[in-house]
């Protein structure tokens, strides 16, 4: 494990195509790991390092070591029952995820192997999920 990780929390590493994917049952963050981003007024594809909170928040970083400083982090996506999370395709072919917020703007993403396209788009929805059950036991 690497330093990052404290021993209270479960981590599995998956790699595959030189990327890691990193997951734990840390207490706010459900998953995190590079994916590229589409830009939304330059179309070219950065690679960020995203993470995923349980409170519904993706937020996305330069590198991973500015995830320790939110105020760091390039971006927030709220995922909420408001949020479409859908398939889509770049043009070249390559299996993106689509995030429309109704309080930001679209965004594509793209993990860098199938895998990782399987557990980030699990790891969406449940969060998803959680944070609309949530909302209807307050509501």
């Not at 195509?17 to 179309?43: A, F, Q």
């Not at 995203?50 to 390039?74: I, M, N, Q, T």
């Not at 479409?84 to 299996?95: I, W, Y």
């Not at 993990?111 to 036991?137: G, P, T």
């Amino acid at each position: 494990m690497e330093g990052s990780f404290s021993r209270a929390h479960a981590c599995t590493i998956n790699e595959s195509k030189g990327h890691t994917l990193r997951r734990w049952s840390g207490r706010n963050v459900v998953m995190e790991g590079l994916m590229e981003k589409r830009g939304i007024w330059i179309r070219s594809w950065k690679t960020r390092y995203f993470v995923l909170e349980s409170s519904g928040r993706l937020r996305y970083f330069r590198c991973e070591a500015d995830k320790h400083y939110p105020e760091r982090a390039k971006g927030t996506i709220p995922i909420s029952m408001d949020t479409v999370l859908e398939p889509a395709e770049s043009k070249t072919g390559r299996k993106c995820i689509k995030i429309s917020a109704s309080d930001g703007p679209t965004l594509k993403l793209s993990a860098r192997s199938e895998v990782a396209h399987m557990h980030w788009v699990r790891e969406l929805q449940k969060v998803q999920n959680n944070v609309c059950f949530i909302s209807d036991i307050f509501l």
